[in-house]
């Protein structure tokens, strides 16, 4: 099925090709990625045209909350003659958008993320399906073409596209492990290649170290990472080598991994408060020498290193290759799939200027603007390339001041931007840990009727499996209850929903 989409997207696309080309000049002539500018209307010059309000909601981050006044809205608003009235969303986005859209008061543009949420609420006619528009958003259509996969990932069982395609603003990985290095050089220690060896090596931190908690922790969610080193997974997965759809939580390889965490609680190699940890004194551990490797995220190599060098110059946070377990590889992630974006409301009065303004943003120009800003503002160009001026002087000055990399305008991004931030310790890790990220993951999309069918279920056991594997961490549950836990996962109705996973992917197949 998904082949079919593929095909009829192309349809689609050729289509409006040829109803461009045979209706005249009335029209303007497609541009492709490589436009500089967004395609304007032919019909009337650009200064006879009063730029369209448009409202634009999206997710307002704690660490850069929204700022309507922007250089990137304005910007952007210049390409696509828009004037952007931002918001965001009030709370807990996942909990906002459903109540906006059940309000009827739709802003023009909505930030969603992730193909579910866009798939329910397309397929109750909230959203406007974008391929039904592509004879107005050439930019688009050309970058559809270069990116295929991109696009069938975010396609819906009827092959409905409500958001649009995204790529760069977070390479194609982000998280990794990191660790001391300093202090595995002072004391001699060699990096773990297993995780037996990633074991002793944190027995032997906390022999040296007794205050410590060398492996630090907060929840049962790095069970993400460590799951993957063992060959299984945290959630729901397609399994390459028996071609299924399998629940990692329930296999033998994943009690394997969680028999590590649970050790290392008993011995006290990760943090007892486990669960209850968050950044601020995760950033407290990793600086002070209370944790030693944590799993973290490019940038905050640089993050760690510079908050602990005024105390401690020696000190040194970088990636190592990740230990493996049971004899699988180690991996630091997946490849990343980055599934965010906008969409268009059904009940927009202003679709046109909305479709405007996604396609303007499938340009070089846009792609400049949302990752670089302006020139002589925010970068340079020196011998050809662009690089950012001292005001942009990291990733959160980048987005609190400028709102580079924020929600809603990183459809087309260039991650070198992103590199160029790092300063040379984090780029070496950064090209090392890339080698070590396993391929991203097969996608089951589905039908309105299937999700609802699963929904209930997956909840509970989604609930089930987070209280029973921390309880299971931190002792409260003895491991040897591990049949009684996996028989209680079936009891939720777990068949049934592999088998819905598997009757959506098998149809995408098709």
Not at 286 to 300: A, C, K, L, R
Not at 425 to 445: D, F, L, N
Request: charged share 20%.
């Amino acid at each position: 099925m998904r082949r079919k989409w593929s095909m009829a997207i192309t349809l689609i696309l050729l289509t409006a090709m040829i109803a461009a080309c045979s209706s005249g000049n009335n029209n303007p002539p497609a541009a492709s990625p490589n436009s500089s500018e967004p395609v304007a209307d032919a019909t009337k010059e650009p200064s006879e045209q009063p730029p369209t309000k448009l409202t634009m909601m999206v997710q307002s981050h704690p660490s850069w909350p929204v700022n309507k006044d922007w250089l990137v809205y304005r910007e952007l608003g210049k390409l696509a003659n828009v004037q952007l009235d931002v918001s965001g969303y009030q709370g807990d986005w996942w909990e906002a958008i459903p109540l906006v859209i059940a309000s009827g008061d739709m802003p023009d543009l909505m930030w969603m993320s992730g193909p579910d949420i866009i798939h329910k609420h397309g397929g109750e006619g909230a959203l406007v399906n974008l391929l039904d528009h592509m004879d107005q958003m050439p930019n688009l259509q050309a970058w559809i073409s270069e990116h295929q996969e991109i696009t069938d990932a975010l396609l819906s069982t009827d092959g409905k596209l409500y958001m649009n395609p995204a790529q760069g603003a977070y390479g194609d990985w982000d998280g990794l492990w990191l660790y001391r290095e300093d202090i595995f050089l002072k004391n001699n220690l060699a990096v773990p290649k297993t995780y037996e060896e990633l074991f002793d090596v944190l027995v032997k931190l906390k022999e040296l170290y007794p205050d410590s908690y060398p492996l630090f922790v907060p929840n049962w969610g790095t069970m993400n990472q460590i799951a993957l080193s063992f060959g299984t997974a945290n959630t729901f997965y397609y399994n390459e080598q028996s071609k299924k759809w399998q629940y990692g939580p329930t296999e033998e390889s994943y009690k394997q991994a969680l028999q590590f965490l649970v050790d290392a609680y008993a011995a006290k190699l990760i943090p007892v408060e486990f669960g209850s940890l968050d950044e601020n004194k995760r950033n407290e551990m990793i600086t002070t020498n209370q944790s030693f490797i944590v799993y973290g995220y490019i940038g905050q190599i640089d993050s760690f290193n510079n908050l602990a060098r005024g105390e401690n110059p020696e000190f040194k946070m970088a990636q190592f290759t990740p230990p493996g377990g049971a004899g699988n590889p180690g991996y630091h992630g997946k490849e990343f799939r980055f599934q965010e974006g906008l969409t268009v409301a059904s009940n927009s009065k202003n679709k046109e200027a909305a479709f405007r303004f996604i396609d303007s943003m499938f340009t070089e120009k846009a792609k400049e603007v949302v990752s670089w800003g302006v020139e002589g503002i925010t970068f340079e160009k020196v011998d050809g390339k662009n690089k950012y001026l001292p005001i942009v002087k990291d990733t959160a000055t980048r987005a609190v001041s400028f709102g580079l990399r924020t929600a809603g305008v990183n459809a087309w991004f260039d991650n070198e931007a992103n590199i160029s931030l790092f300063n040379e310790e984090t780029k070496a890790s950064y090209m090392e840990a890339g080698k070590h990220i396993a391929p991203a993951g097969q996608v089951a999309t589905f039908t309105k009727e299937e999700r609802e069918s699963i929904s209930l279920k997956q909840q509970a056991i989604s609930k089930f499996v987070s209280e029973n594997v921390s309880k299971f961490i931190i002792g409260q549950r003895p491991m040897s209850e591990w049949d009684a836990y996996v028989k209680g996962i079936n009891d939720l109705g777990l068949s049934d929903v592999l088998n819905v996973f598997e009757q959506a992917y098998a149809r995408s197949q098709q």
